[in-house]
C-alpha cells in the first residue's frame, strides 16, 4: 500500500466549478500535511498547510480528519490558471521527511 | 532575492558518465534535500542533509553520492551505478527546528537525460 494516495484524475471542469480533491496517507504518526501545486515540468510550490481544524484561503479550503487520515482540498469557483497537478504531502512523523503523492492532475476548461 | 537555484536545467550524459547537479541556496536553511521525479509519479528522496558535513540515504540513494560542505550548498552526483538515470531531479530546502517541521521550498528542477 503506497503510504500517501491520491485520484490521479484527470479532472477536467469547466470555469466557475467547485472540485474537491481526496488523500489518503498510511501513517498515523504524521503530524504535518501539506498541499503543493506543481505547475507542467516545473517544480512543486506550496499551495497551502493543512491545519487540524481545516484552514481556507480564499477560494482554497483544507480539511483534515486525522481518524480516517485523510486530507481533502476543494477549489471553488475554478480559473484557468488553477490547471495544474496538486500533489498531498504528509510528513513521516520522526525523521522530518515528507512523502508526496502522486499528484491529482486538474484542467480548468474555459 | 532569496531562493534555491539549480544548475544546470538540462543536462544530458553519455551513460557511464558521473555528473553532478548544482543546488544552492540563500535562505540559510538548515536542511537540504535531493528528489527525483520519474513521469506521473510523485516525488522520491535521494538524500537529505539536517546540518553541514552531515548526510542521510532517503528511499532511493543508490547510485547517488552527496556533499554537505557548507549550509548553502548540496551538490548531487548521479553516479555510472545508477541504472536508470533519467528523470526530473529537484533539490529543496526547509528551516529545521527542534520539534517542529516545516514546509519544503524547491529550485527549478534539472532534467537529465541518459543518451
Known amino acids: 500500500r503506497k503510504e500517501v494516495e491520491q485520484d490521479p484524475g484527470p479532472f477536467n471542469v469547466p470555469e466557475g466549478a467547485t472540485v474537491a480533491f481526496n488523500c489518503t496517507y498510511s501513517?498515523?504518526?504524521?503530524?504535518?500535511f501539506f498541499w503543493y501545486r506543481q505547475d507542467c515540468r516545473k517544480e512543486p510550490k506550496l499551495l497551502m498547510s493543512?491545519?487540524?481544524s481545516g484552514n481556507e484561503d480564499g477560494r482554497f479550503t483544507a480539511q483534515l480528519n486525522r481518524a480516517s487520515q485523510y486530507i481533502s482540498l476543494l477549489i471553488r469557483d475554478s480559473k484557468l490558471s488553477d490547471s495544474a497537478t496538486y500533489l498531498c504531502?504528509?510528513?513521516?512523523?520522526?525523521?522530518?521527511?515528507?512523502?508526496f503523492g502522486s499528484g491529482t492532475q486538474l484542467t480548468v476548461l474555459p | 532575492d532569496g531562493g534555491i537555484t539549480q544548475s544546470p536545467k538540462y543536462l544530458f550524459r553519455k551513460e557511464g558518465q558521473n555528473v553532478t547537479l548544482s543546488c544552492e541556496q540563500n535562505?540559510?536553511?538548515?536542511?537540504m534535500y535531493w528528489y527525483r521525479q520519474d513521469p506521473g509519479q510523485g516525488l522520491r528522496l535521494i538524500y537529505y542533509?539536517?546540518?553541514?558535513?552531515?548526510?542521510q540515504k532517503g528511499d532511493i540513494a543508490e547510485g547517488y553520492s552527496v556533499s554537505r560542505e557548507k549550509k548553502e550548498s548540496f551538490p548531487l552526483t548521479v553516479t555510472s551505478a545508477q541504472k536508470n538515470p533519467t528523470a526530473f531531479y529537484l533539490c529543496?530546502?526547509?528551516?529545521?527546528?527542534?520539534?517542529?517541521?516545516?514546509?519544503?521550498?524547491f529550485g527549478p528542477g534539472t532534467r537529465l537525460t541518459v543518451l
Open positions: 529543496a530546502s526547509s528551516i529545521a527546528s527542534g520539534g517542529s517541521y516545516n514546509e519544503q521550498f
Open positions: 501513517n498515523s504518526a504524521s503530524q504535518s
Open positions: 493543512v491545519y487540524s
Open positions: 504531502v504528509v510528513n513521516d512523523g520522526s525523521a522530518r521527511q515528507l512523502t
Open positions: 535562505l540559510n536553511h538548515d536542511a
Open positions: 542533509s539536517q546540518i553541514v558535513n552531515d548526510f
